[in-house]
């Protein structure tokens, strides 16, 4: 399940010429970091921050923006909630 939804996410990122830079999983969840600009509800684009975006077990997928800042991982959740990684945690994801 997990390989279909990460392969489904993959495949919307290559439409949008984003790159997945890494992924990590934490607190029940996997954490996708792309190279695509991230873009609020309004569609005008969020500068310094770039398209994340997680999934759950069961599969219900979130959108995220991140911001790398020295070598953390800011993601900004539309909820409004924040989390702080280390860069350290993302892996390069695998294909």
Do not use: H
């Amino acid at each position: 399940m997990k390989l279909l939804i990460f392969s489904i996410a993959f495949m919307i990122c290559q439409f949008g010429q984003a790159e997945v830079l890494g992924q990590m999983t934490a607190m029940g969840q996997v954490y996708v970091i792309t190279s695509e600009v991230c873009k609020l509800a309004d569609g005008k684009e969020a500068k310094g921050w770039s398209l994340s975006y997680s999934y759950n077990a069961i599969g219900i997928a979130s959108r995220s923006c991140y911001q790398k800042y020295n070598d953390n991982i800011w993601i900004w959740e539309f909820t409004g909630r924040e989390y702080i990684y280390p860069a350290s945690f993302f892996k390069v994801a695998k294909s």
